[in-house]
Every structure is written in structure tokens, then in C-alpha cells.
């Protein structure tokens, strides 16, 4: 599986846009993006997943490049429950996840 | 999505002890998977539960420390041995694509936070 580079946290205000950047440089054609997030003391959730297009759902878009090396989450409007690590993970085999360090966003009142 | 229950939640265990974690799925599933999570850390694949066969074991985890079974498709269980204070740590079953579906995403378990004293 491709590896994956995440800035370690990021702040974000209450109510606007969490943006939540990703580099997988070395993906390869068959392997998917993959984003999950785990709140404190919890099992890590399902976020969202794309090959190569965008892709939206009711908890956030995701942005993949056209080169297909980087990709960003989008949470449109970050509210403090948003808090929490985000990985992104780049597999082709799709349920067997290797985690990353992830990205602790905290967002801010 | 697939509803997970691990059992048990929490344990104190004392070292050169084994802990049984169990893992019950409400539907049938093809894969299942078992991490590790040692404080503030991220997450580490142990091993995946295969049904009918034996697991296969990531780098550095062996049968031996961490055996596992699969009896069906919506069961599994990981055994932590004779175990130390560096086995502290939240074990957490994941599982994935449902038997003669096309989900791809894993769905997580709340975990069994494990404290050997």
C-alpha cells in the first residue's frame, strides 16, 4: 500500500471549513483513497472513499487531484464534534487499512 | 452499516495472564480484522481473522502471543498471552465487506482498553 504524509494537527474555527490535506505520491492505479477519523476514545469512523473523482457525502467531499498524488478532505462546516485524528489511508485492498500518524484537528469556538 | 460488539469493553489483567477479547458482528461478513492501539499512538494491524483457516499475522505478531480464531462469518476472538504491562492497549476488531456484497469501507468496533498491572 501506498504511503501517505498528513501534517501532524490543524486548527480550524467553529462553522467554516476544515480543510484536511493529504499526500500519497506513490499510489498506484488500482488503490483507492480512503478517510477515516477517530475520536477520542473511540473506534475509528468511516469518513469517505474515491478512485479518482470527487466525491461527496452527507459528512464531507473529498478532492482528489488529477494526477491522482494528493487528495483533500473538505468538512464544510466544522463544528466542535468535528474534533478528532484524520487518517488517510491509501489501500488497495479496501477493508485491511494500514494507519498512518494522522492529522488532529481542533476546532476552535 | 454493520453493528460490532466487542466484549470485553475494559479489564485489568495481571502479567503472565491471557485475556479472550471476543467480537460478534450482526451480519455476515467476509473480513475481519483485529489492531492494536497503544496509548496515543495510532492504530497497528495485528492480524487478519480469516474464517475456516488460520489467521495471517503482520510483521512482528505471532500466533503464538496473539491467537486468534474465526469459527464463522460474523464471530471472531484474539487472545493476548501471557501477558506483560507493554501489552496495555486498546485492541480493536474492524470488519469489512459483507458476505456477497460490495461494501468496501471497514466499520470499527469500540475496542477493549486492556491494562496489564
Known amino acids: 500500500d501506498a504511503k501517505t504524509t498528513q501534517p501532524p494537527s490543524m486548527d480550524c474555527a467553529e462553522g467554516r471549513a476544515a480543510n484536511l490535506p493529504c499526500n500519497h505520491s506513490?499510489?498506484?492505479?488500482?488503490?483507492?483513497v480512503y478517510w477515516y477519523r477517530q475520536i477520542h476514545s473511540q473506534g475509528p469512523q468511516y469518513i469517505i472513499h474515491g478512485l479518482k473523482n470527487n466525491e461527496t457525502n452527507e459528512m464531507a467531499s473529498l478532492i482528489i487531484t488529477e494526477d491522482r498524488k494528493s487528495s483533500t478532505l473538505i468538512l464544510p462546516h466544522a463544528t466542535l464534534r468535528d474534533t478528532a485524528v484524520y487518517y488517510c489511508?491509501?489501500?488497495?485492498?479496501?477493508?485491511?487499512?494500514?494507519f498512518g500518524t494522522g492529522t488532529l484537528l481542533a476546532v476552535q469556538p | 452499516s454493520a453493528v460490532i460488539s466487542q466484549k470485553p469493553s475494559r479489564d485489568i489483567c495481571q502479567r503472565g495472564t491471557s485475556l479472550t477479547i471476543q467480537c460478534q458482528v450482526d451480519s455476515q461478513v467476509t473480513m475481519m480484522f483485529w489492531y492494536r492501539q497503544q496509548p496515543g499512538q495510532s492504530l497497528t494491524l495485528i492480524a487478519t481473522a480469516n474464517q475456516g483457516s488460520e489467521a495471517t499475522y503482520e510483521s512482528g505478531f505471532v500466533i503464538d502471543k496473539f491467537p486468534i480464531s474465526r469459527p464463522n462469518l460474523t464471530f471472531s476472538t484474539l487472545t493476548v498471552s501471557n501477558m506483560s504491562p507493554e501489552d496495555s492497549s486498546i485492541y480493536l476488531c474492524s470488519v469489512g465487506t459483507p458476505a456477497g456484497g460490495s461494501r468496501t469501507e471497514a466499520f470499527f468496533g469500540q475496542g477493549t482498553r486492556l491494562t496489564v498491572v
Open positions: 489511508i491509501v489501500t488497495g485492498a479496501t477493508n485491511k487499512l494500514i
Open positions: 506513490t499510489i498506484s492505479g488500482n488503490e483507492y
